[in-house]
Structure formats: structure tokens, C-alpha cells
């Protein structure tokens, strides 16, 4: 089997000072292969934006390993910090507060290609690339945020981070700000340029129906613990522990809701 792009084992945070510290992560294993969608899901609290804070080297561990690409990501210094933060792109939450008002997505996007020379004029062609990669017209390179929707914003964020040409996707809760509509066009975005660009995905959201459209395999976060995790299949259609099937019977329209059917 294919040695794992990302190989988190028994990781440990703890979040807070003194009498208010909290032990938020304990001992989480979860790995991604290359090329594969790992969908971490759990309820509000559990734990999976810590998770990705920490993989990103906001947050620092308190124990575990983060093992990225073979090599561990603890105790870095700031220049490989930094690459290692180009290898790994955040997808954010909420399109409308994750670009700035007073830029182009043009100027956004080529800052993300290179923030010394981030001149639109240099990287047109690599920005007009990943708009249409996203199904955007190129002349959104010269508009505004406030031009856009929240689902085409999202496009945009997720162009931006591509356009870095990452080894692993971290999607936080994308679809989560959107209606059910918009959603589904998002999933089948995501669905289309992993089979395209065979991306590497960590895909987080708290509605287990969106993370099946999407992942290979499922990690399940109980107040900080995995408590489950396989191929999603295998986890949908006979969850080996009672949470999951609590997941499974809060998704809206039932465990046997799929967001194609939209
Ligand atoms: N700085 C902090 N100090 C103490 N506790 C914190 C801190 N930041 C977050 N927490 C707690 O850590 C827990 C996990 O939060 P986290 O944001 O990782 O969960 P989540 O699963 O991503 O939830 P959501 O989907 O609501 O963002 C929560 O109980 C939160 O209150």
C-alpha cells in the first residue's frame, strides 16, 4: 500500500492556560494517502478545527507525532514552517470574511502564487487557469469579492488555494455557510478536480451526507477521540459505534439522504 502523505498518530493537544486548560485532541491517529479524500467529521466542539490548526502548525501539540510527507512537522523552524504551509492549503470556512474587499481576485489569487511578486500581469495565464478550473469566466480576475456569491466565492478560495499547487487540501466546513443548491454544486466541483488533478483532500464538516459525496474514508471525532474511522461505505452502512449512527440519523433528510438528488 502506498506510504501515507499524512500520518497523524496519537496526537495531543491541549488548548487554554492553568485551571482553564483543556485537553481537546487525545491520542488522534489518522492518515491520508496519496491521492485519496479523508472526510473528518464530528459534531460542533469535537475537535476538527483544532485538528487542522495543528496540521498547519497554528496550534501546538502536546503529544503524537504529525509525520508530513515522512518527515515530522513538530518543532519546525520558521522557514520550513513556511513551506510546509504552502504544501498544505487551507480551504476556509466562510467565503465572505477569507477574501480581502479591497483586492482583485486577480491580486488575490497571484498572492497566493507568490506573495514577493504577486503581480497580476505575470501570473495571468496560471490565474485565468485555475478560474477556469473552478468554471469561472477569466474576467473575474478583475472583480471584486462583493461581486460574488457565496457559492462563487467559494470557487474562488478553492482556486486560490490550487493555484499554490498543494500536496494536501484541507477543507474546513466549505459547504457549510451555503444553501443546499449551492452545496451540492461545491461537492461536485470538489468531486470533479479530485478525479481530474487526483488531489489529496482532508475534507472537514460536521454532515456526514456531505462528506460521503466527497471522501474515500471516513474519520469519525467524539469529543476529541476517534472513535471510528474506514471507507465510507463501510462506516455509512454499518457504523460500528453509536455516535456515528447518531451522526447518521441527524442528517437532514434521513441516513439515506444524498446530496445528488438535490
Ligand atoms: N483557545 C482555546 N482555549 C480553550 N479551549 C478552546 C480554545 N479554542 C477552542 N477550544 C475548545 O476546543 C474544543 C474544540 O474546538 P474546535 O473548534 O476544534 O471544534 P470543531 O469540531 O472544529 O467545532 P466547530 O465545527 O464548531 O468549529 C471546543 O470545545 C472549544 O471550546
Given at each position: 500500500m502506498t506510504e501515507p502523505l499524512l500520518d497523524v498518530r496519537g496526537l495531543d493537544v491541549h488548548l487554554g492556560?492553568?485551571?482553564?486548560?483543556?485537553?481537546?485532541?487525545?491520542g488522534v491517529d489518522l492518515s491520508v494517502r496519496p491521492g485519496t479524500t479523508v472526510g473528518l467529521v464530528g459534531e460542533s466542539g469535537s475537535g476538527k478545527s483544532t485538528l487542522a490548526k495543528a496540521l498547519v502548525g497554528q496550534v501546538r501539540p502536546t503529544g503524537g507525532s504529525i509525520l508530513f510527507a515522512g518527515r515530522?512537522?513538530?518543532?519546525?523552524?520558521a522557514r520550513d514552517l513556511w513551506q510546509l504551509r504552502r504544501r498544505i492549503q487551507m480551504v476556509p470556512q466562510d467565503p465572505y470574511s477569507s477574501?480581502?474587499?479591497?483586492?482583485?481576485i486577480g491580486e488575490a489569487i497571484a498572492e497566493a502564487i507568490d506573495p514577493r511578486r504577486s503581480s497580476i500581469r505575470r501570473h495571468r495565464t496560471t490565474i485565468r487557469h485555475w478560474l477556469a478550473q473552478v468554471?469561472?469566466?477569466?474576467?473575474?480576475?478583475?472583480?471584486?469579492?462583493?461581486?460574488?456569491s457565496g457559492g462563487q466565492r467559494q470557487r474562488i478560495a478553492i482556486a486560490r488555494a490550487l493555484a499554490v499547487e498543494p500536496d494536501l487540501v484541507i477543507a474546513d466546513e466549505?459547504?457549510?455557510?451555503?444553501?443546499l443548491t449551492t452545496q451540492a454544486e461545491i461537492l461536485n466541483l470538489l468531486s470533479r478536480l479530485r478525479k481530474d488533478l487526483g488531489l489529496t483532500m482532508l475534507f472537514i464538516s460536521h454532515n456526514l451526507a456531505v462528506v460521503r459525496h466527497v471522501s474515500d474514508e471516513v474519520v469519525v471525532l467524539y469529543h476529541g477521540d476517534v472513535v471510528e474511522s474506514g471507507p465510507v461505505d463501510t462506516v455509512f452502512e454499518t457504523p460500528g459505534h453509536g455516535y456515528t449512527q447518531k451522526l447518521l440519523d441527524s442528517v437532514p433528510g434521513g441516513p439515506g439522504f444524498r446530496l445528488e438528488a438535490v
Open positions: 492556560h492553568g485551571a482553564g486548560q483543556a485537553h481537546i485532541l487525545k515530522e512537522t513538530s518543532g519546525l523552524r477574501l480581502d474587499p479591497r483586492r482583485t468554471s469561472l469566466d477569466a474576467d473575474a480576475a478583475e472583480r471584486y469579492p462583493h461581486e460574488f466549505i459547504t457549510s455557510a451555503l444553501d
